[in-house]
């Protein structure tokens, strides 16, 4: 069956930096993008960061853009979000999500692919 893992939150001070990774099993990875999505308290849930493992492709949010990384391990089924410069606003729970997408369509924004398949979240916190 499908699985999703999210792991690597914690606490960290404004300024600082963190990596997310999102272990992936019980689909063909190569075949799937790979999104972060993140929500806060009161907030909708807002795309961060996807991957498409059929082309290599990324799509960062503006607000994250320069900041995060995303990468995708295919031998590890991994993706990892690397979160540098964290500010306060970028406190969230964080979640990973998987869509059956590997095509290299230009008008397809991978942030607003229908995804299938939510792991649980982990939590970021930033002290400023």
């Known amino acids: 069956d499908v699985q999703l893992q999210a792991s690597g939150g914690g606490l960290v001070q404004a300024g600082g930096s963190l990596r997310l990774s999102c272990a992936a099993s019980g689909f063909r990875f190569g075949e799937y993008t790979i999104g972060w999505f993140r929500q806060a308290p009161g907030k909708e849930r807002e795309g961060v960061s996807a991957v498409n493992n059929g082309d290599g492709s990324t799509r960062y949010a503006d607000s994250v853009k320069g900041r995060f990384t995303i990468t995708s391990d295919n031998a590890k089924n991994t993706v990892y979000l690397q979160m540098n410069s964290l500010k306060p606003e970028d406190m969230a729970v964080y979640y990973c999500?998987?869509?059956?997408?590997?095509?290299?369509?230009?008008?397809?924004?991978?942030?607003?692919?229908?995804?299938?398949?939510w792991g649980q979240g982990t939590q970021v916190t930033v002290s400023s």
């Open positions: 999500a998987a869509d059956h997408y590997s095509s290299s369509y230009y008008y397809i924004d991978l942030l607003r692919l229908v995804y299938d398949y």
